[in-house]
């Protein structure tokens, strides 16, 4: 089950995708459409992890993994994620939970 909201981890890539609840994931024709790579991931607000599995003309199916991702490398990703979007002082960035980091993700995405 997940932890709303969540973010996708493209491989290779530091563009995060914030998605803020399960209604959103559900009805974003582009999220659902998506061509996803076996290594894409998303990311809850606990840090649980998820992959995205393809079914031929069905919705994404999440997956969940044994992995989970510390804070440490979730501020990791929201810093190359900001420094990509050409914000100023990524290296102050700091959250206390990796809820609060999706939430620097979502502002980032606003402005």
């Known amino acids: 089950m997940v932890n709303w ?11 995060l995708v914030y998605i803020s609840d399960q209604a959103q994931w ?6 659902q459409q998506a061509a996803y790579d076996e290594t894409d991931l998303l990311i809850d607000s606990q840090g649980h992890t998820f992959n995205l599995a393809m079914r031929d003309k069905q919705p ?17 990703m929201v810093k190359a994620h900001a420094a990509q979007k050409g914000s100023c ?11 609060d980091a999706l939430a620097i993700v979502a ?3 606003e402005s």
């Open 5 to 15: 909201p969540a973010i996708i981890k493209h491989a290779g890539d530091a563009e």
């Open 107 to 109: 502002s980032l995405d």
């Open 89 to 99: 002082c990524v290296a102050k960035l700091y959250a206390p939970t990796i809820k």
């Open 60 to 76: 994404v199916q999440l997956q969940p993994r044994d992995q989970s991702i510390s804070l440490v490398e979730m501020l990791g």
């Open 26 to 31: 559900e009805s974003d024709s582009e999220l």
